[in-house]
């Protein structure tokens, strides 16, 4: 859980839009490019050996990261226990990440040995589980309205993941967002204190850049050649 707000971080209000460079666009566009969906195994008999002063430095900026990534829109105040945002964050660092992936098959008997998780979190450097919370999901009956306002929950926190991986990237980390699977399960939850009301977007995974230099294996998305610009269609009246 997220108890304090780096020195770096600032939150402030304007009455109107900053100046901004031409060269903005550039840099902006350039990240969107360079960000990768890389997916690492790690190996338990082969453990990754981060620098403590590095950690640590990279923990500072994967928080820094996750909190300007907290500036994406929302259009409703979600209100649960007294918080608009309608995304919660949950990072852990590579030594919990490792605990985790040793008690895996223990916390889910039912999960195959060719499960992928393990060998994700012994690889990664850092994991950040992201939550939405719906607010009528639940419920038998919807009226429109209601599903529109949890359309719009969803679809804003997906902006600030994001968010988040065009920030990693930035900062020269590997990033690769992971439904979950058993980390978005009730047991899993229940381990670790998150509220059952919250749903499991996203489970990003983190490469530090040191980590990034060493062989290891990484399986880029599978989606990224398939990609076109048939999906834009300029509207006339």
């Given at each position: 859980?997220?108890?304090?707000?780096?020195?770096?971080?600032?939150?402030?209000?304007?009455?109107?839009?900053?100046?901004?460079?031409?060269?903005?666009?550039?840099?902006?566009?350039?990240?969107?490019?360079?960000?990768?969906?890389?997916?690492?195994?790690?190996?338990?008999?082969?453990?990754?050996?981060?620098?403590?002063?590095?950690?640590?430095?990279?923990?500072?900026?994967?928080?820094?990261?996750?909190y300007?990534?907290?500036?994406?829109?929302?259009?409703?105040?979600?209100?649960?226990?007294?918080?608009a945002?309608?995304?919660?964050?949950?990072?852990?660092?590579?030594?919990?990440?490792?605990?985790?992936?040793?008690?895996?098959?223990?916390?889910?008997?039912?999960?195959?040995?060719?499960?992928?998780?393990?060998?994700?979190?012994?690889?990664?450097?850092?994991?950040?589980?992201?939550?939405?919370?719906?607010?009528?999901?639940?419920?038998?009956?919807?009226?429109?309205?209601?599903?529109?306002?949890?359309?719009?929950?969803?679809?804003?926190?997906?902006?600030?993941?994001?968010?988040?991986?065009?920030?990693?990237?930035?900062?020269?980390?590997?990033?690769?967002?992971?439904?979950?699977?058993?980390?978005?399960?009730?047991?899993?939850?229940?381990?670790?204190g998150?509220?059952?009301?919250?749903?499991?977007?996203?489970?990003?995974?983190?490469?530090?850049?040191?980590?990034?230099?060493?062989?290891?294996?990484?399986?880029?998305?599978?989606?990224?050649?398939?990609?076109?610009?048939?999906?834009?269609?300029?509207?006339?009246?």
């Amino acid at each position: 859980m997220l108890t304090s707000i780096p020195a770096t971080i600032r939150f402030v209000k304007m009455n109107k839009p900053p100046e901004f460079d031409a060269s903005v666009f550039e840099h902006v566009a350039d990240v969107v490019k360079r960000r990768r969906t890389l997916k690492v195994l790690g190996d338990f008999e082969a453990p990754r050996h981060i620098d403590p002063k590095l950690a640590a430095e990279h923990q500072s900026s994967v928080l820094e990261a996750l909190y300007l990534a907290g500036q994406a829109p929302f259009h409703y105040d979600r209100g649960a226990d007294g918080i608009a945002e309608l995304w919660r964050a949950y990072p852990m660092w590579h030594p919990q990440c490792r605990e985790l992936a040793e008690v895996f098959h223990d916390w889910f008997p039912d999960a195959g040995v060719t499960n992928k998780l393990p060998s994700m979190l012994v690889g990664c450097g850092a994991l950040v589980l992201i939550t939405w919370l719906p607010q009528f999901r639940d419920r038998e009956v919807l009226t429109a309205a209601q599903v529109a306002m949890d359309d719009e929950h969803l679809a804003a926190a997906s902006a600030m993941v994001q968010n988040l991986l065009l920030l990693l990237t930035a900062k020269n980390m590997g990033t690769y967002w992971s439904g979950g699977g058993q980390l978005g399960s009730a047991r899993c939850f229940e381990q670790f204190g998150i509220s059952k009301t919250e749903k499991l977007l996203a489970a990003v995974f983190i490469e530090y850049p040191e980590m990034r230099q060493e062989t290891i294996e990484r399986k880029p998305g599978k989606l990224r050649d398939a990609r076109c610009k048939d999906w834009v269609r300029v509207l006339g009246v």
